[in-house]
């Protein structure tokens, strides 16, 4: 500390030196090769213009100087040690600013806290991953999503984010985030859809059977037969347990107890294959058109009458599962797509080649 004073009050002595005009003797050889407005730093080793204040009323007009005033009482070329923090001894040498509201950002050109979650950006030292996103921060919990709400480096930590995927003979797990597959077991033969009831238990259909796994299970039990009611290629189950099937353009209910179905009524619309209902008992389905892409309807549960919402702009859509929040579907060309439940528009999430899918169902973590 002692040392580095001594450099500073040296420096302070050469800059005197040159503003008084005191002879080449008076000062160090490398100081002399400084012009007449520079000063001599020791801790740079180098020659450093002088920095000065605006002239004052009986300011004189020293080398630099402003020359509208020249009265001989005050010399203000006071050369400036530290150009990164004009003040020597000010509490913050990063922020001249000692009472800077944001003393990580000296500059203030850039905000810390974007978001005003409270948590500083990377960018200013802090470990708010997003800081577009009040959402997304350190103190936040993880949820089933493409985003790392918890800046802890991936998304979904240890999470079950996953539901069924079921081909025509095989049923999966799927996670729709990463794109991850994994074999479970196999599917009764003629297996058209699945879906999951709240306890837990796995119902399938096929275009004529009811079959369930309850949880535990290490195969699958045939419920019953559901009679003659057309080709039955869409279950869903909505909150309560109530159970639905669609066939071509009929929606029915399905006694999970019995395989007794009943009819609705006439939807107006083809089933392109599958059915869901969210957390909201929200019912829709995946219809097939002549030509063109599949569309999304919402299904009224009393008359079975379907309003249109929008094309999805993927055709083949057999399967259907709502989870987090989000509606995904599967294709029969292998394809996982996310669905806009507002607007019905598809986008492409995943593509597993060499895959039909032919159902979907959320699992019980939902």
Known sequence: MVCRLAKYFAAITLVLNLASGCSDAEVSTTADECNANEYYNPLSDTCVLLRHA??????????????????????DDVAILDPVDPDPVDPDPVDPDPVDPDPGNPNNNVPCDADGDGYLSIACGGDDCDDTDALVNPGQTEVCSFVDNNCSGQINDD??????????????????????????????????????????????ISPTKLYKLPVGAASWQTVGSMGTIGNANGLCIDTFGKAYITTSDN?????????????????????????????????????????????????????????????????????????????FGLTGNGQLIEINATTGQGRLLHNFAGKTWYGAASTPGR
């Open 251 to 327: 929606l029915l209910t399905v006694d999970l107890s019995t395989a007794r179905a009943t009819l609705v009524g006439s939807m107006g619309h083809n089933s392109s294959g599958d059915c869901v209902i969210n957390k909201a008992d929200s019912l829709y389905m995946s219809a097939s058109v002549f030509s063109g892409t599949d569309r999304l309807v919402l299904l009224n549960g009393n008359t079975g009458q379907a309003t249109l919402i929008g094309n999805i702009g993927f055709d083949s859509v057999y399967g259907l599962t709502a989870a987090w929040g989000r509606l």
């Open 54 to 75: 605006p002239n004052l009323p009986g300011d004189d007009a020293g080398p630099g100087d402003d020359a509208s005033s020249s009265n001989n009482v005050v010399n």
């Open 159 to 204: 999470l079950n984010c996953t539901f069924y995927a079921q081909t025509s003979t095989r049923l999966y797990r799927l996670d729709p985030f990463q794109g991850v597959l994994s074999d479970l077991m196999a599917v009764p033969s003629g297996v058209t859809d699945v879906d999951t009831h709240p306890d837990g238990t796995l119902y399938a």
